[in-house]
């Protein structure tokens, strides 16, 4: 099963970068190249422990839907989440805050499991373990730009 590991240095605080990573709102914004939207479940705010949401987007030429569940929270230092629904056969994303003296470090561990057996390992290894890496990335990035500016006020302020 691939599993992808990626390490983000944040210079904001934990707490702040905990809630975004968990913003319905923030995660739209960050995928917005792929047309991603809320459809049903918790469709704005703040994901909470047991809630779900279901995300419609367009991938690789494709509209997908994948429901979602937070499955494990602990503010601000973890929290995971688990498809119940979609095109993997299993796909669960752990979310890890540590803080250091200027910030956080931010720690995503993504396992999936492809459709389609054989088929579906030749196609994670050929494009598919990339294509979600750079997809983190791009998020990742979009948190880390609210979270050390002032724009994360426009999502955490008021909620």
Do not use: C
Not at 53 to 74: M, N, P, Q, Y
Not at 106 to 135: A, H, Q
């Amino acid at each position: 099963m691939p599993t992808i590991h990626l390490t983000t240095f944040i210079a904001a605080p934990p707490e702040r970068v905990f809630d975004l990573s968990r913003s319905i709102d923030l995660h739209k914004k960050s995928l917005a190249h792929t047309r991603e939207e809320a459809i049903a479940g918790t469709v704005s705010g703040l994901l909470e422990l047991n809630e779900s949401v279901t995300w419609k987007a367009k991938h690789l030429g494709k509209t997908r839907f994948l429901k979602s569940k937070l499955t494990e929270f602990e503010k601000p230092g973890r929290f995971i989440d688990e498809m119940q629904k979609g095109d993997f056969r299993k796909l669960r994303h752990e979310h890890h805050f540590k803080q250091v003296d200027n910030g956080t470090i931010m720690i995503d561990i993504i396992e999936f499991e492809s459709p389609y057996k054989v088929i579906g390992r030749f196609l994670n290894r050929l494009f598919l373990t990339s294509y979600i890496k750079k997809m983190l990335e791009k998020r990742n990035s979009i948190i880390k730009e609210y979270a050390e500016t002032e724009k994360w006020k426009q999502l955490l302020l008021n909620k």
